[in-house]
């Protein structure tokens, strides 16, 4: 075999092994642990967890999400306490009422907010 051949043999030798350990599933790795707090039943929140549990969508992905449920006033609080880190109701609104309330705590022309 000539020298040209036999470098090009080497070099598809060298690719063929680095796409195999590119592929090739990685160690098995424990899934990362996600705590989420979401809202019970009637939230519309509510039918996810059990889809996510079902499908195995969290281990699919290489996660080990475990789901707590809260009323909105322990979930608001625990929330943005950072209690929990991450939250699967209506997180975003959770997250600006609280930057309202903390922006507009030391103005006098600040609406009231009812309960």
Request: avoid cysteine; hydrophobic fraction near 50%; proline fraction near 7%.
């Amino acid at each position: 075999m000539s020298t040209i051949l036999r470098s090009a043999a080497s070099i598809v030798a060298a690719l063929a092994l680095t796409t195999l350990v590119i592929l090739a599933p990685a160690a098995a790795q424990a899934p990362a642990k996600i705590t989420i707090v979401v809202f019970g039943f009637p939230s519309l929140g509510a039918f996810m967890p059990p889809v996510i549990k079902a499908q195995k969508l969290d281990a699919a992905n290489g996660l080990d999400i475990e789901f707590v449920e809260r009323p909105p006033d322990a979930y608001t609080t625990q929330f943005n306490s950072g209690e929990f880190k991450v939250g699967g109701s209506a997180a975003v609104l959770t997250v600006e009422r609280m930057d309202l309330r903390t922006h507009d705590a030391g103005r006098t022309d600040a609406p009231v907010q009812e309960r």
